[in-house]
């Protein structure tokens, strides 16, 4: 593992790293056990990939906890995973604080329970003045939910006179969106094996490198993470230029 960190060129770090956590259910049902096991278990994962960034200088880390399709899941599964995320944000928020980690939360925030959004509004304000990693949990998140929202406030601008049509820019949009005022993925990462974004920053993805990996969530390591990353340092990132011009840095004529 020290060899592949060696290997990082820490120059050419994603400043945003958007993980979906995918595979709790299926590493457990391959140990026997419930699919609430590998929901506790995957947050040693999310420890250590948090540790991870941080070390490295990782500016942003977006993890996708809960989507807003997971409240279809059976009613004792969504009840745990809630309650794992109470226990979890309280074990963890002296250690956010410490590591210099600040948090914020992306996401249908009103429909969390009650105990859920008062323990992630005091952990954010403990971590308020951090200066380090910027952890985002993305929680009861919808992609095209929060398209939907910010469509609907660009039109509310436009009802009230404040906008003209013709002169809505990207900035308009994307003011209306949850990410608002943070930089763009440029690395996503999902584990398990499956090979989709799943509602997940759909907008915010679009120039973003996709790595998709076999390995579950709870079996997630440093070195997985730094697989990931040289395998990112490998690609070239063009943003519509020819390899040629990226090689020469050449701004092309406009």
């Known amino acids: 593992m020290s060899d592949l960190h060696s290997m990082i060129d820490r120059s050419r770090l994603p400043s945003h790293i958007a993980i979906i956590m995918d595979g709790n259910g299926r590493w457990a049902r391959e140990r026997g056990q419930d699919r609430v096991f590998g929901h506790y278990e995957g947050v040693v994962s999310v420890r250590e990939i948090v540790d991870a960034c941080g070390e490295l200088g990782v500016q942003y880390l977006t993890l996708y906890a809960f989507s807003a399709e997971n409240w279809n899941r059976p009613k ?81 601008k436009v009802a009230a006179g404040a906008l003209k049509p013709e002169d809505i820019t990207e900035d308009d949009f994307q003011a209306g969106l949850d990410t608002h005022g943070f930089p763009d993925p440029e690395l ?12 997940f920053l759909l907008y915010q993805l679009a120039y973003a ?46």
């Open 76 to 156: 004792a599964e969504v009840d745990a995973l809630m309650e794992l995320l109470v226990n979890t944000i309280r074990k963890e928020v002296d250690d956010l604080k410490k590591n210099n980690v600040k948090l914020h939360v992306i996401g249908d925030f009103a429909s969390l329970p009650q105990i859920c959004q008062q323990e992630m509004t005091e952990a954010m304000e403990i971590t308020s003045m951090n200066t380090g990693l910027n952890l985002v949990l993305a929680l009861s998140y919808s992609s095209r939910f929060e398209l939907l929202q910010a469509a609907r406030k660009i039109a509310e």
């Open 188 to 199: 996503m990462i999902r584990t398990s094996g499956e090979n989709r974004i799943s509602n």
């Open 209 to 254: 490198e996709l790595y998709f990996t076999p390995v579950h969530w709870p079996d997630f390591r440093k070195q997985n993470l730094y697989d990931a990353l040289l395998d990112y340092q490998r690609r070239e990132r063009r943003f519509g230029k020819t390899s040629e011009q990226i090689q020469k840095n050449i701004v092309p004529n406009v």
